[in-house]
């Protein structure tokens, strides 16, 4: 792309006010200052060729407060790439263009990335808006470099239209399933592009800060980099919600001594660590805007102590509870806000125990329990886990000059196979196939699965910003000894697809810890399911389950076969259809009925509901309201109940058709299996299952209800005592339900 005319979106606009909530620490970097060292350091003589630019200098000392050995040769020779290839780029605020991916590396440093991540970041904008090739990074920088600057390059417009922007993320998730330090360089860019989108249109600033909030901002929560997200949080909530962020900040700056509260508390508890021989470090963190506001919200009128938490930070996880300990016998603990984030970890590798107590003054402090290893992953998450590759540092990408096909970089095979026909990277793969990141978490592995089903770029984009959207997980155990993660809120039609894919559109129901439970059941996190799937291939959802699915691959999968079946989604009439001569044809079960009524047209006939007539029984009809019949067996409750109500029975025949559908009611006593047992015998007896459902168990009597196809009545005698064979049951009977006469 031509320096006149960078891209819009990758290009951060101009050096706006401070950000609102920005984490202190290091102070920002004048880009101003860095324009101008980089110019410098472009124009200067070969005599000082070989030492570090004076424009990364501030990159260099923040990588080796991580990593103290890294070699910074190969960072200049990236830095010298990248200015020379901007060089004559300026951003709309007026600085040359590499104070950006200066930017970008700077943030990442500080978060402690390794060399070879911070090697693609002052890289990630040449390929999309200069002349260097993705060829010639790979032959200077090693496949790793290579890959992690193709996964963050946009697809151009002129080639996708309004599909580059969602397929662009589907390019960059693909490659991120290979290697996660794809997105925090994406991450680290979108956070230097919000720190500075001051001077574009209104309008363009809030399409922006919406898909940060949609997409980006998850992301950054699920991959556990939390100080990226809470700053992209609070410039979001600037763009978005300008009145209630001045409303936030005015209150923040109002209690500007809300710090010394917690301060005093925190001298207390330091105080009694000491005494108790814990070592820790006691520390004020205050909350970021969007922090507060939660707050607001939640409690009403804010008290000093709750514009920050304590940040206690020890040695050893046992340190963690001893802390605990002392604080809750020495302050009056909110037993409601205790969590244990280290014995069960946040999907996101959070750790930390988390609790709160009340002062002797009345002030209750929110305090976080945390080993210093657990605070660098809380705070950079998958940049604290650097090369997901090696447990060294990586410190040359190319090896120090030798041949790049020396590398390592991750398979372009899957990103392929994934990405809709995109390629993340060039590098080459392990001869034992393809590699992905070992890091990589399970909500990532679904997405990229499901990824692939999505017909079209809207749907994917509309199924991404959904899936992000819930931001919390939990795992279901599967009988067969393996576990299904989930997010919170899925159901069992979102378990019968990420268990068994294609497969599940015959799902029948389920058995939720041991219970026979309806598809629309909610799961829970350690919740036991076990997925009923009917031996009909042709089987298929119903349209009602898109009501119930939570999931992107569900509801793609359910969407996809309806679609395809567009004569699944008719709702059947209520009443079948008279045939000819009197003679109806049951549209569940084929059985044909023939009612003789003197006179009068040809009748709709039906079997009736509580008793479920087959051929061969005994049947009587009578005419309901609608002018139809009903027909019941003839020991049925419902015919003794119809006479009383001076109804006169009507003579009816079975035709000749032997199919039925029949609900039988199984009696028997509790016990591990008897569930799977009874359907492999109605299975084994040619049955099939049309519905089920259990009764709770009672004085360890269960009752089991099925509703089955046969196809020919005269096997229901065989049928019943197959199930009465079953061990455990006691009996088998058809349906019986109390009278309850049509009038």
């Known amino acids: 792309m031509s320096a006149e005319a960078p891209n819009p979106v990758s290009e951060a606009e101009t050096t706006g006010p401070e950000a609102p909530g920005r984490r202190r620490g290091r102070a920002r970097i004048d880009l101003r200052r860095l324009g101008r060292a980089a110019l410098l350091g472009a124009t200067a003589g070969p005599a000082v060729r070989d030492r570090l630019p004076d424009a990364i200098g501030h990159v260099a000392e923040a990588h080796r407060a991580h990593h103290p050995h890294a070699d910074l040769a190969v960072l200049r020779r990236a830095y010298v790439l990248a200015e020379s290839s901007h060089r004559g780029q300026y951003r709309k605020s007026g600085e040359p263009y590499i104070t950006h991916p200066l930017a970008v590396t700077l943030i990442l440093a500080e978060l402690g990335a390794e060399t070879t991540t911070l090697t693609a970041a002052l ?163 205050p909350r970021h805007f969007v922090s507060v506001h939660r707050v607001r919200l939640k409690r009403g009128e804010l008290r000093g102590s709750d514009f920050g938490r304590l940040l206690v930070l020890v040695g050893e996880d046992a340190d963690c509870y001893a802390v605990l300990g002392e604080l809750h016998t020495c302050f009056t603990p909110v037993i409601s806000e205790f969590k244990d984030f280290i014995a069960a970890p946040k999907f996101n590798l959070y750790q930390s125990l988390h609790t709160a107590v009340a002062a002797p003054d009345g002030a209750v402090a929110e305090v976080l329990i945390r080993t210093h290893q657990m605070h660098k992953v809380a705070e950079a998450g998958v940049v604290a ?57 399970g909500w990532l592995s679904r997405l990229l699965d499901w990824q692939q089903s999505a ?71 350690g919740d036991t399911v076990q997925l009923l799937l009917a031996q009909d291939t042709a089987s298929g959802p119903s349209p009602q389950w898109l009501d119930h699915a939570r999931t992107p691959a569900a509801r793609i999968a359910i969407t996809g076969w309806l679609q395809a079946h567009p004569e699944a989604a008719k709702v059947p009439a209520a009443v079948p259809r008279a045939a000819a001569a009197g003679v109806t044809a049951d549209r569940r079960t084929g059985a044909r009925l023939r009612a003789e009524l ?77 569930l799977a047992d009874l359907t492999e015998a109605i299975a084994a007896e040619g049955a099939a299952v049309v519905a089920a459902t259990v009764e709770p168990p009672s004085e360890q009597r269960v009752r089991h209800t099925y509703t089955l196809q046969l196809p020919d009545a005269t096997g229901l005698p065989a049928l019943m005592k197959a199930m009465r064979d079953v061990p455990g049951v006691y009996d088998v009977g058809r349906a019986r339900h109390p009278a309850s006469p049509q009038i």
């Open 123 to 285: 890289l990630h904008d040449t390929v999309e808006d200069t002349e260097v090739t993705l060829d010639q990074v790979h032959r200077e920088f090693g496949d790793e470099v290579a890959y992690l600057v193709d996964g963050v390059t946009k697809l151009e417009k002129v080639d996708y239209g309004a599909a580059a922007e969602p397929e662009t993320f589907r390019k960059m998730l693909v490659a991120t399933g290979n290697d996660v330090r794809v997105m925090s360089i994406k991450l680290a860019d979108r956070l230097h592009n919000m720190r500075t989108l001051g001077v574009m249109r209104p309008e363009k600033q809030a399409r922006i800060a919406k898909v940060t909030r949609d997409v980006l901002i998850p992301l950054a929560e699920r991959l556990g980099v939390q100080a990226l997200k809470s700053e992209l949080e609070d410039l979001v909530f600037a763009i978005l919600h300008p009145e209630e962020y001045e409303t936030t900040r005015a209150l923040i700056a109002g209690n500007a001594g809300a710090a010394d509260a917690l301060a005093a508390i925190a001298e207390q508890v330091s105080a009694l660590l000491r005494e108790a021989g814990i070592g820790a470090e006691v520390l004020v963190r």
């Open 598 to 674: 003197p006179g009068a047209q040809a009748p709709a006939v039906r079997p009736a509901g509580c008793c479920t007539p087959v051929p061969s029984d005994e049947i009587t009809g009578f005419v309901v309201r609608g002018g139809s019949v009903t027909v019941h067996r003839s020991g049925c409750a419902s015919v003794d109940a119809m006479k009383r109500l001076g109804r006169s029975p009507v003579t009816v025949h079975w035709g000749d058709t032997a199919a039925c559908r029949v609900t039988l009611v199984a009696e028997s006593f509790g016990r591990p299996g008897l």
């Open 385 to 441: 886990l650097g090369n997901p590759y090696s447990g060294q540092d990586t410190t040359d990408p190319a090896g120090a000059g030798q041949s790049a096909g020396q590398g390592v970089g991750p398979s372009s095979g899957q990103g392929t196979a994934q990405g809709g026909g995109h390629d993340p990277g060039p590098g080459p793969g392990p001869e034992d196939g393809e590699r992905a990141d070992p890091t990589r978490p």
């Open 455 to 525: 017909p079209d770029p809207d749907t994917f984009w509309t199924s991404l910003r959904a899936d992000l959207a819930q931001d919390q997980e939990i795992t279901v155990f599967r009988t067969d000894g393996g576990t299904l993660g989930l997010p919170a809120g899925a159901t069992c039609v979102d378990a019968a697809y990420a268990q068994h894919g294609e497969a599940a559109h015959g799902c029948l129901g389920a058995r939720v810890n041991g219970r026979l439970a309806p598809l629309s059941t909610v799961l829970h996190d």
